[in-house]
């Protein structure tokens, strides 16, 4: 029944939907990702070397909004799901993958612009994202509370249960650290962060996920730089593969399983959630720069997801297995394995630490937007917004101590059934203000 209902859910019509959106507005923009990379970099990633990432007007920073967001979207997926879908679609698939996160970055976007402009706020906090779009901009009440109350569900079930599992089987399997002992180490943890708030939680991904991900960059570079007389075979391997009639297809499909852990599409949602809707309540918190700074934010971080780190990801499994060598591994131990045959047993513990590096930072970036989805619903009955917050981190902490603990299949099933349901109602307005979302663009 479960299973059916994924497939029903994550079916063509959904890959129909989140790519026609994003080639609408490609198209309406004349490819402004393309076109205007100078800018939109300029005013994202190469606005931090000018150290141009302080807050304004209250809130935090855009470079800590960027940080929580890319946390919420840099996860197992990057290094897990990038060999699966590499392992299903063959070399093409990180081609696909390409093509896709540049349509994705135009999703990312319209949905952020549209999330930060119609944002509101409330108890003096920022408070953005489809819901607030689809109340107040489109006035479809019902529409708003089914986002709140998907995302909210989404976020006890992926956003916590999965990755908190994800981080005690990896420090089970490569660390011997017994799973209850990680339960009580990362509930802790956990709490410790989400007990500041927001601010807390962006100013720690602030620190955590540029040296963690500087890190992972810095080994991955090292060992495809050690290997570059395998990479001229390694991108025309990519470009063969694309092309074929069957590995065109498992490429589409590698791209839709690139956050994925066992399940195709919904697993990742675009490995960086570019239709979700998600990006768009995380910088909606932002109390600098406007709509159109933090629509391009959002592309930043698309980029950065899977041009830069699933790409890294893919070129390594690449380069490792065209020098002749071969392994039954898929997943993580693919990965793992693929660094271990330039780096040796370091290999296997530095993608079991990237990790849960990136699965903790997960963790706490979808609290932030849980919370903020179950606080929409409760602004709704009327109940204490204080003793909704406390009753919403219970529940968190004890997803977290569960999914450590737990088999999660079902409970794979029902998130990815929690997440492509959150992506309707964000879709749909998308879809309604599809020409003033692409229009903000036209003098840019």
Not at 244 to 263: H, I, K, N
Not at 404 to 411: A, K, W
């Amino acid at each position: 029944m479960i299973s059916r209902l994924q497939e029903l859910v994550w079916g063509p019509w959904m890959l129909a939907a989140l790519l026609g959106i994003g080639i609408y507005f490609t198209v309406k923009s004349r490819m402004f990702q393309l076109r205007r990379f100078s800018l939109w970099w300029s005013r994202t990633g190469g606005s931090l070397w000018r150290g141009e990432n302080g807050s304004h007007g209250g809130g935090i920073s855009s470079f800590q909004t960027a940080c929580t967001a890319l946390a919420a979207t840099i996860g197992t997926g990057n290094i897990v799901g990038v060999a699966t879908a590499l392992t299903a679609g063959g070399p093409g698939a990180i081609f696909w993958m390409w093509i896709s996160a540049l349509i994705g970055m135009m999703t990312a976007y319209g949905e952020t612009y549209l999330g930060v402009r119609y944002r509101k706020r409330v108890n003096g906090a920022w408070v953005g994202g489809p819901m607030v779009c689809l109340e107040d901009r489109l006035h479809l009440p019902a529409a708003a509370l089914l986002y709140a109350f998907f995302c909210m569900m989404s976020s006890l079930g992926m956003g916590s249960m999965v990755q908190a599992n994800s981080v005690a089987e990896t420090a089970s399997y490569s660390f011997l650290v017994p799973p209850a002992v990680t339960a009580v180490l990362v509930t802790v943890l956990t709490g410790l962060v989400i007990a500041g708030g927001t601010e807390r939680i962006a100013a720690v991904s602030g620190r955590l996920m540029p040296a963690a991900s500087g890190i992972y960059i810095l080994f991955s570079l090292t060992v495809i730089l050690s290997w570059y007389d395998r990479l001229p075979a390694v991108f025309s391997s990519i470009l063969a593969s694309a092309f074929e009639p069957g590995a065109a297809a498992g490429g589409t499909a590698g791209f839709l399983v690139s956050r994925s852990l066992r399940y195709g599409v919904s697993r990742g949602v675009f490995s960086n959630e570019a239709g979700l809707g998600t990006l768009a309540v995380l910088h909606g918190t932002a109390g600098s720069g406007d709509a159109k700074e933090q629509g391009m934010w959002a592309m930043f971080e698309v980029f950065f997801d899977t041009i830069v780190i699933c790409t890294l990801t893919a070129l390594v499994i690449l380069a490792a297995s065209s020098g002749g060598a071969e392994t039954a591994a898929d997943g993580a131990a693919l990965t793992a394995w693929s660094f271990s045959e330039r780096l040796g047993t370091a290999g296997e513990y530095l993608v079991s630490a990237a990790m849960i590096v990136f699965a903790f930072a997960t963790l706490t970036a979808w609290f932030c937007m849980g919370k903020q989805a179950f606080s929409y619903l409760l602004d709704k009955t009327g109940f204490s917004r204080t003793a909704g917050n406390r009753i919403y981190t219970a529940l968190y902490l004890n997803a977290v101590f569960l999914g450590c603990l737990s088999r999660l299949d079902t409970v794979w099933q029902l998130s990815d059934i929690w997440n492509g349901l959150m992506a309707l109602p964000n879709l749909l307005a998308l879809f309604l203000l599809r020409r003033e979302a692409a229009e903000s663009l036209r003098e840019v």
